[in-house]
């Protein structure tokens, strides 16, 4: 075990090895579960002696009452197969992760939440992967393919399967880099856990400016399939939990203020990454309309609670929802302005 929280975060991670992948555990008032969650990785590290190309780093967002020392008792036995620090004060999930993944030299990176954990067995199967796509000698293999994700298997607290999230194919697949796939597949990144990306092909850029947004995962995955291949493997790597606590504190008081954040934040990342990286007036530009305003559909249906909040929070985001609408008319006048003009012109005459 390396502790760091005497350092600076970014300069403790500059100093790590580059190795084929970083799993990073960020924690936040959950060190019971970040227990459990390093050990599905730490055990697997130790028995197929993989430490020359795993860095694990357990990294704490300040949590009050909690001291890294916690870490180190309860993880002993794994001694130096992982590293350990903590904010000196909270910087929240978005800042957190980002100077995080920002210092990562490794080929492959990855986030493992710390209420999630790795299915036994997988982690050669994911390195594998890594060695496969990184390998040079096939073009198959090449630098293209920037990034890789699995299904989201989403458990219930008491164990049970509550869905599959981000399986957008029922079999392995090759995404191409273009626009509209942009938007089409960013959601896909939603869920931190199951998501590998090469950390130097990121332009932090969109995610440096929006800090605070919410769904901050969608920039750096739009980043990256902006230029780059991203691979869609059909596998059960992780075990997500969901519907448990949140810490959600900093977005209001209510369900609804929570609710209605996190809808307005998905929308925006959405619009940011569509005025991003798909070109006005491109052959691709109906094609990202529709998936925009399919996924913000999507996610406004997607509230699990009364029909009432649901409504309201439509209410409370309807014109974040309307930009989608107001930009696909604007490409039908540009497109077809000329045959409206025409016919109005002949329209005139007969008058």
């Not at 055990?43 to 009050?64: A, C, E, F, G, T």
């Not at 929006?210 to 291949?229: K, R, V």
């Amino acid at each position: 075990m390396r502790s760091s929280a005497e350092v600076s975060e970014k300069n403790f991670l500059y100093n790590l090895p580059s190795k084929s992948l970083d799993i990073i555990i960020p924690c936040f008032k959950r060190p019971h579960d970040a227990i459990v969650c390093a050990k599905s990785v730490l055990k697997q590290i130790k028995r197929y002696k993989l430490s020359h190309l795993v860095n694990v780093i357990i990294w704490d967002d300040s949590s009050p009452g909690f001291n890294p020392s916690y870490f180190v008792e309860a993880l002993s036995v794994f001694n130096d197969l992982f590293y350990v620090g903590q904010n000196p004060a909270n910087k929240g999930m978005s800042k957190n992760i980002f100077d995080l993944i920002s210092s990562s030299k490794s080929v492959f990176c990855t986030i493992l939440t710390d209420d999630d954990w790795l299915e036994d067995g997988s982690l050669l199967e994911i390195l594998d992967e890594i060695d496969f796509i990184s390998s040079s000698d096939d073009p198959a293999r090449s630098l293209d393919i920037g990034a890789f994700f699995v299904p989201r298997y989403s458990y219930l607290e008491d164990g049970s399967l509550h869905c599959i999230e981000c399986k957008p194919f029922d079999f392995d697949k090759l995404i191409s880099s273009s626009p509209s796939n942009v938007i089409r597949y960013c959601r896909n990144a939603f869920i931190l856990t199951g998501l590998f990306f090469r950390p130097a092909l990121i332009d932090f850029s969109l995610w440096r400016t929006h800090i605070d947004n919410a769904f901050f995962p969608l920039f750096y995955y739009a980043s990256i399939s902006a230029s780059n291949e991203v691979k869609f493997l059909d596998r059960k790597w992780f075990h997500h939990t969901c519907n448990n606590i949140c810490h959600w504190e900093s977005w209001g008081d209510t369900r609804f203020q929570q609710y209605s954040r996190l809808h307005s934040d998905y929308l925006k990342a959405l619009l940011l990454i569509a005025h991003k990286y798909s070109p006005r007036n491109s052959p691709d530009s109906f094609r990202c309309i529709k998936y925009l305003w399919k996924a913000s559909v999507h996610q406004l249906l997607s509230y699990e609670g009364p029909w009432h909040t649901q409504f309201l929070i439509v209410l409370s985001v309807s014109r974040l929802s309307l930009i989608p609408l107001f930009a696909f008319f604007r490409i039908l006048l540009v497109r077809f302005g000329w045959f409206i003009r025409s016919k109005l012109r002949l329209l005139i005459r007969w008058l």
